[in-house]
């Protein structure tokens, strides 16, 4: 009896893990969690399976999506959603008239698209359906979706043709979705995304890295880019916090 219930408690931690990787990161694989948690891929799959029955995650090919990925995500289901407003507050302050700028997805360029003035007039380029249907409520907002095939895993248009499409574009700010941030730069699980993400740098002037706090200090296992080609870390913390002290010098924090 006793060793069912430690076993019952043991499947209850791994299970809260499980949220919470799948809410900070917006997608996991079922292999990385499977490494991270140091269980079989078929106990994680097992995991999955429940969760997504008692409607706390999105089940998918491979792993799993957070709830707050969805489109019609409400503001309870949005993971850290206070935080994510602070960021893109503070984003808005790099964003001018006249601008071309390229973002990815993901529920904090969601919020920045979200609180954009309708005054302004700038262009976006955008491999993300669900920010090129936020941002096409700005009447004053030039929208270009970069298509391509459609990752189910991550929502945003992947392959050689968006890399292609993107290596035309001069952009003046790239406003990245990030998922892992350390000292050693942006990182992210998936192979498609990162080849596209990596574009998306390489075709802007500067880079700006909105994210919650959780997620500094956190590798994945496909680097995007050097920490010293980001140019602005932006986050809900006041830049003289003591999380972003290692940052400070190499980026610019956003107060």
């Known amino acids: 009896m006793v060793l069912t219930e430690n076993k019952n408690l043991l499947k209850k931690e791994r299970q809260l893990q499980i949220i919470r990787q799948i809410n900070l990161h917006n997608k996991v694989l079922s292999s990385d969690l499977s490494l991270e948690l140091n269980v079989s891929e078929d106990t994680i799959r097992r995991d999955l399976n429940e969760l997504a ?13 957070s709830k707050s990925f969805n489109f019609t995500a409400t503001q309870e289901e949005t993971y850290s959603f206070e935080e994510k407003q602070i960021i893109a507050r503070k984003t808005l302050s790099l964003i001018k ?12 360029i969601r919020a920045i698209a979200n ?16 920010i090129a249907l936020e941002l096409s409520e700005h009447p004053n907002i030039e929208v270009i979706l970069l298509g391509g095939k459609l990752s189910n895993s991550s929502k945003i248009s992947v392959g050689g043709d968006v890399v292609a499409k993107i290596q035309e574009i001069k952009a003046d700010l790239c406003i990245l979705g990030i998922n892992g941030f350390d000292n050693e730069g ?52 006041a830049p003289n916090h003591q999380s972003l002290e290692m940052f400070q010098g190499v980026v610019r924090v956003i107060l």
């Open 53 to 65: 029955l008692e409607d706390k995650i999105i089940k998918v090919h491979g792993g799993a999506l």
């Open 97 to 108: 008239d006249g601008m071309t700028i390229l973002t990815s997805g993901g529920t904090t």
């Open 115 to 130: 609180l954009l003035p309708e005054t302004l007039n700038a262009t976006f380029f955008t491999i993300s359906p669900l």
């Open 186 to 237: 942006i990182s992210d699980s998936d192979y498609e995304v990162v080849q596209v993400k990596k574009a998306m740098v390489r075709a802007s002037k500067q880079v700006a890295a909105p994210t919650i706090s959780e997620k500094l200090n956190s590798s994945l296992r496909l680097k995007v880019c050097e920490l010293s080609e980001v140019d602005f870390l932006i986050t809900e913390l």
